[in-house]
């Protein structure tokens, strides 16, 4: 994670076209008042993109890995293998 570059008020008021655009660009801005960090600037989130399928496989390789039995075991520690009856009380 990338630290975010600071900028100052008055760099926001005078450069406020160039901070937006950048903003718009996916880049986040931390606002400092004399020296002192008072709040962020950050893009809203976008709308989830097409990832290719060569792409979902190179993220793929660099995932960790799933012990198959811990996964199981999970699940049948957190799953109610019970079905709920609509009518008991």
Known sequence: ?????????RD??????EIMDAIQGGQSFT?????H???????LRRRRRFVSREEF???SRTAPGI???TFRADQE???DTAPDDPYAR
């Not at 994670?1 to 008020?9: A, C, F, K, N, Y």
């Not at 606002?31 to 020296?35: A, E």
């Open 67 to 69: 012990d198959l039995q």
């Open 31 to 35: 606002v400092t008042r004399d020296g």
């Open 12 to 17: 926001l008021r005078n450069r406020s076209r």
């Open 1 to 9: 994670m990338s630290v975010q570059p600071e900028i100052t008020q």
């Open 37 to 43: 960090p008072i709040g962020q600037l950050v893009p």
């Open 57 to 59: 496989a190179a993220m």
């Open 77 to 79: 520690t957190t799953a």
